[in-house]
């Protein structure tokens, strides 16, 4: 007798015995180490495929995460979802800034406002 559905459906109401053999057939089946190498190594590689999708999208952890949480469905969704723009970084030390500073908060380098990326890249080109 296997644990699943059929099995179920065969099983004598009347004989509690078979009962229990199949309950621990299941409960077997659940603990089998193999069964959780499996579902390790499936949300590693899932994890590892949602990475390279963020990779291209700007966002490495979350779309890990996704791909870990959800599978392909993580994976499609990461693929939808838009690309993001990296943050606003000091020309000077290069340590990230937001978006409208007007002066770096790590260094006290002026920053000019740019409408895209926040620093403009004719500071960067001037030192
Ligand atoms: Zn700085």
């Known amino acids: 007798m296997a644990c699943d559905l059929s099995a179920l459906s065969n099983l004598d109401p009347t004989d509690p015995d078979a009962t229990q053999r199949l309950l621990d057939q299941c409960t077997a089946a659940l603990t089998d180490p193999s069964l959780w190498i499996w579902a390790i190594v499936f949300t590693v590689v899932c994890a590892a495929v949602g990475a390279l999708i963020g990779k291209y999208k700007n966002a490495v952890a979350r779309d890990a ?50 409408p895209v990326g926040g620093v403009s890249r004719s500071f960067r080109e001037m030192r």
């Not at 969704?77 to 770096?104: E, F, N, Q, W």
Request: charged share 15%.
């Open 65 to 114: 995460l996704l791909g870990a949480a959800l599978g392909p469905i993580g994976w499609l969704i990461s693929l939808s979802l838009p690309v993001r723009k990296p943050a606003p970084m000091c020309p000077l030390c290069a340590k990230p800034v937001d978006a409208g500073d007007k002066h770096c908060r790590h260094c006290g380098a002026a920053l000019s406002p740019s």
